[in-house]
């Protein structure tokens, strides 16, 4: 919403907002003289010609219904930046379940070190651009494209990549085939000269896309594809290094520094989808190099006592389980893992696979559910996590129900050379940016 916002901003629109608390985003609104409110606001309502909502704000809303009864324009945000890509020639619509924030940022670097002036709408905070969006020209938009609520089937993509198709957000799809389908309808969305982009290793993404007929890119580790990764070592730092193979035939060797083997894949989604734009694999292969990630994805906040402190936006055991390999391969004596369930539901929905994931890390705080747009209908509660971690083996785990006891518990314990990871996409990594500043 605040990328939009922005967009919006460089348009000569005037722009206020609602959100439901203060945060680093609204912060920056206002600094751009963008009025956010905490407290719903009925006048910029009566003042409003358009109103913009996201799929986080209840029905019951006191200004989406003041919209409504004053008859305003009232879109929600997925058909509105829809119709805001339709100004653009080339959509570029980065999906999947896991990666998308990361892959998006990557094709931004690469589109920006080719000077390609792109427009982009990205779901984290990108340090090349100062944030999570930026105005370019109307030759390219490079846009996060979110299954969730099948927003996505919103836009107007004239290309797109899927990175993986996966079992989430069951509150609305309830089960996996339903996810899969959405994807199928995701890919009918392209234009007949449009572009797909699809992981080779993933078989829900290889059926959701096993009848399109249109340009199909592949590329992959395990199984045979176009773009393919081949004698793939790590540093130190789990940086990966590749060499890159194109229709089989060696190209260039491409060294990340991001960390972990799924970057290996989401490189392999970048460099496919804007090798069909920029022919020069030498300006892709530097763009790779200088991207150092996207905000809450494994980032390096600072010390505290010493001990190295990340965060990192995993909120699905297999995001979670590429985290902790991650930690694995960054040097450091003892661990510590604060996870912060996202929502009820998916607390719920995928408990026992939390509980496996969570219990390989050394040490383990879970925190409050953060319940999002939800009421803790599902009858989860913390303690719940806590005894199935302790069910598959790990004793050293315990809730503590506020971020401010937690960071004294982990002050109290953590020292040089140990690692702390803050796990969640809630507001979990406010603890681990009050260590490090403490």
Do not use: W
């Amino acid at each position: 919403m605040s990328g939009i916002a922005k967009i919006l901003l460089s348009f000569d629109c005037q722009i206020t907002g609602y959100d439901a608390k203060e945060s680093d985003l609204t912060k920056e609104l206002n600094k751009v003289s963008i009025e956010v409110n905490y407290e719903p606001c009925l006048e910029n309502i009566e003042k409003a010609d358009i109103v913009v909502y996201t799929a986080a704000i209840p029905k019951d809303n006191e200004e989406l219904l003041y919209a409504k009864k004053l008859n305003k324009e009232v879109y929600e945000r997925s058909t509105f930046l829809g119709l805001m890509m339709r100004d653009y020639k080339n959509v570029l619509c980065i999906s999947g379940t896991h990666g998308k924030s990361t892959t998006t940022g990557m094709v931004s670097s690469i589109f920006m070190a080719a000077d390609k002036n792109p427009t982009i709408q990205i779901g984290a905070m990108l340090p090349l651009i100062g944030g999570n969006e930026r105005v370019g020209s109307k030759e390219f938009f490079i846009a996060e494209s979110c299954e969730y609520v099948d927003s996505f089937l919103e836009f107007f993509p004239t290309a797109a990549i899927i990175l993986d198709i996966d079992n989430d957000h069951l509150d609305y799809f309830k089960n996996l085939d339903n996810i899969i389908h959405s994807f199928t309808r995701f890919t009918r969305l392209l234009p007949n000269d449009g572009i797909l982009v699809i992981n080779n290793d993933d078989e829900n993404t290889l059926m959701a896309a096993k009848d399109y007929d249109k340009k199909k890119i592949t590329y992959g580790i395990d199984n045979q594809a176009m773009y393919m990764a081949k004698d793939i070592t790590y540093d130190k730092y789990g940086h990966p290094k590749y060499k890159l193979y194109i229709n089989n035939e060696y190209k260039i060797d491409i060294q990340l520094s991001v960390s972990g083997h799924h970057n290996v894949l989401n490189s392999l989604a970048a460099i496919a989808l804007s090798h069909q734009y920029i022919d020069d694999l030498n300006v892709i292969k530097e763009a790779l190099f200088n991207y150092h990630g996207v905000g809450r994805r494994f980032e390096f906040l600072g010390n505290c006592n010493g001990a190295l402190v990340y965060d990192d936006y995993a909120h699905h055991p297999s995001e979670i389980l590429t985290t902790y390999e991650s930690v694995q391969k960054t040097p450091h004596k003892d661990e510590y893992a604060v996870f912060q369930g996202h929502t009820f539901s998916r607390t719920k929905d995928h408990l026992e696979e939390f509980g496996k994931v969570l219990s390989k890390f050394q040490n383990v705080v879970i925190a409050k559910i953060y319940p999002a747009r939800e009421e803790n209908i599902y009858n989860v509660h913390e303690e719940d996590l806590v005894e199935l971690i302790k069910k598959n083996g790990n004793q050293n785990v315990c809730y503590i129900d506020s971020f401010e006891e937690i960071e004294k518990y982990l002050k109290k314990r953590i020292k040089k050379d140990d690692l702390v990871i803050t796990i969640g996409a809630g507001p979990i990594n406010e603890v681990a940016n009050h260590i490090v500043k403490e």
